[in-house]
């Protein structure tokens, strides 16, 4: 079955179970704070696993484009990516773990085609938390998994939280049988010799951790699952990796053409990275040297420096992109559209990149040649860490030139300076996303005022169906987008317009007030997905207007923002509208 195939099957298998399709969101999540890149199918819906209604209802699937980078270092080995689809179904508040792994036992066995004795399962073992999930087990029990295919662990295995704090619980999780020989005797599914894989994990969410790690219940016990295309399409083809599936196959084949030298590990890289920098790129990524445009940098110049390894010569990497996304086309139609931009991207940076191993070349020549006069044979962690800052050096191509010079590297202490660095890009882009402004000064200050009395406007013109599902500040214009099913007429842009210009005219005062998430929803505060939801929140309260939970900050007084004026109305996505809007002094 092709992957293709196998999404569809999903998406259909749960529509007919009751479930909206609802689209992928972009890798670039909008409106989280707290990650670069989406990493699962849940992560966009955190607002609604917290008690948020959903536009589309209780019952969600989808299919949602991921990139995980913390194993990016294993890619080239038979299984990680960085980026890859997963396949989800969600119930908020809606069935729970009976009806959850009903559906997952027949969607497997009977749409998948996969026999019962190949599947094992795992449920969470109980600790001082939670008890033990006897009524997983009991599910699985009562839909045909024998005993001895049902494990208990404990919440290293069977506990899923996304990072640090939130919506989090018991997951059981469902592992495929390879039919490779057992490592030992004590073999099981928790175990990495390769003999199970996990395909899919289903969570039950019923808890909240916060930053101190407490647990609390949620207000609605959720269902969030997630399973793995590439895993999935890969084993339904009995393929030992996803680089052997149509996903990757063309383009792994192509580069064995173009090498000169033999290598399947920076075959693998290549294809993958290429891939991953596609989606990124598509989705609105570019590269640079912080945060998420410093991870596409490492994946585009990763990419190249394995072409280089190969002997593939560089001029081939626009026909590779061209190979790639018609391979792509069928499972994202989108990125057709955006091929000449992707292109484009891709090659400046190998451009620029090129560029830049000759100046650190440069460099590095220099300073083995200052060392040699000195007789030393230890190149100091500051200027391996110079190559790397000022000259883009990637430190393991520093760590080959070294050892080909007979020379070693201060590791450690590059390493300091490394972390440093990172932590110092982590504060910078914390920082970044703190209530949603890029810069905080008096122009975009006035501009987030702007957006909170464009939002209450939108809601008593339109309706309480208008929830904001994006937002985006720069010094010269605000970028809002809502749920709301069609275009705005002209009548209604503009008495939108003149109720914002009303409030600024009355001079209200703006005030913020902090309280607990609870009683910021009881006081009929609508919420802004840009805030983490922490136990204790902000809540600002513009007069008698708009009361709104934000992490600020705010003008004091809405009497000097100037003349509010919408530029455009147009479609984000299917069933958001974006509108684009300016303050003129
Ligand atoms: N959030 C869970 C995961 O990522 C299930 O989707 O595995």
Same mark, same amino acid.
């Given at each position: ?364 020549? %220099?300073?083995?040649?200052? @060392?040699? /006069? &000195?007789?030393?044979?230890? !190149?100091?962690?500051?200027? +391996?860490?110079? #190559? ?43 920082? %970044?996303?703190?209530?949603? @402004?890029? /810069? &905080?000064?008096?122009?975009? !200050?006035?501009?987030?005022? +702007?957006?909170? #009395? ?132």
């Amino acid at each position: 079955m092709k992957a293709i195939e196998i999404r569809n099957k999903y998406l259909n298998f749960f529509k007919k179970h009751g479930h909206a399709v609802i689209p992928s969101a972009s890798l670039i999540p909008e409106n989280d704070p707290s990650v670069l890149f989406t990493t699962a199918g849940m992560q966009p819906l955190v607002p609604y696993l917290l008690g948020e209604k959903h536009p589309e209802g209780t019952r969600l699937t989808d299919y949602q484009k991921c990139l995980r980078t913390n194993d990016i270092d294993e890619v080239g080995d038979n299984r990680h990516l960085t980026y890859f689809e997963m396949l989800g179904n969600w119930s908020l508040g809606d069935y729970f773990k009976d009806e959850s792994i009903k559906m997952s036992f027949e969607f497997l066995t009977k749409e998948l085609n996969i026999p019962v004795e190949k599947l094992s399962v795992t449920c969470f073992a109980g600790d001082e938390d939670c008890p033990k999930d006897e009524v997983s087990a009991n599910a699985w029990r009562k839909a045909g998994i024998p005993e001895d295919h049902i494990y208990f662990y404990g919440k290293d295995d069977n506990w899923w939280i996304a990072g640090e704090e939130g919506p989090c619980g018991p997951d059981t999780e469902m592992f495929y049988d390879t039919g490779k020989p057992a490592c030992g005797p004590d073999c099981q599914p928790s175990c990495d010799c390769g003999k199970y894989v996990e395909i899919w994990n289903n969570v039950f969410m019923e808890y909240f951790k916060d930053s101190n790690g407490n647990y609390s219940k949620l207000k609605q016990r959720n269902v969030d699952t997630g399973l793995g295309l590439e895993r999935m399409t890969m084993l339904l083809q009995g393929k030992e990796t996803p680089f052997d599936t149509e996903i990757f196959e063309p383009v792994m084949k192509q580069i064995e053409n173009l090498q000169k030298v033999d290598n399947i590990q920076s075959r693998r890289i290549i294809a993958e990275h290429l891939r991953a920098s596609i989606m990124v790129t598509s989705d609105g990524g570019r590269p640079s040297n912080i945060d998420r445009g410093y991870i596409l940098r490492r994946l585009i110049r990763r990419m190249i420096r394995h072409m280089n390894k190969l002997g593939i010569d560089l001029s081939e990497l626009a026909n590779l992109i061209d190979l790639n996304i018609d391979t792509l086309n069928e499972l994202y139609p989108e990125l057709e559209k955006n091929r000449e931009t992707i292109k484009s991207v891709i090659i400046e940076e190998k451009d620029k990149f090129v560029k830049t191993i000759a100046h650190g070349e440069r460099e590095f020549n %220099k300073e083995i040649q200052k @060392l040699k /006069e &000195q007789g030393k044979n230890e !190149i100091s962690g500051e200027v +391996a860490f110079k #190559l790397y800052d000022t000259y883009g050096f990637p430190p393991e191509v520093t760590q080959e030139l070294a050892e080909e010079n007979g020379m070693t590297i201060d590791l450690k202490k590059f390493d300091e300076l490394f972390k440093a660095h990172q932590e110092k890009s982590k504060m910078g882009s914390d920082q %970044k996303f703190k209530g949603g @402004l890029a /810069e &905080q000064n008096e122009k975009t !200050i006035a501009y987030h005022t +702007a957006t909170h #009395l464009l939002h209450q406007a939108l809601r008593t013109v339109l309706g309480d169906h208008v929830k904001q599902s994006g937002s985006n500040i720069t010094e010269e214009r605000l970028r809002f987008d809502f749920t709301h099913p069609q275009k705005m007429t002209k009548e209604e842009i503009q008495k939108v317009e003149d109720l914002v210009n009303e409030q600024i005219k009355r001079d209200l005062p703006v005030t913020c007030e902090e309280m607990s998430y609870e009683d910021a929803k009881n006081s009929g505060a609508i919420g802004l997905f840009t805030d983490k939801y922490g136990d204790r929140v902000k809540v600002y309260t513009i007069g008698d207007f708009s009361k709104e939970i934000c992490g600020g900050p705010h003008v004091t007084h809405t009497g000097d923002m100037g003349t509010f004026k919408i530029k455009k109305e147009e479609s984000s996505s299917s069933g958001v509208r974006r509108i684009k809007a300016v303050l003129i002094k």
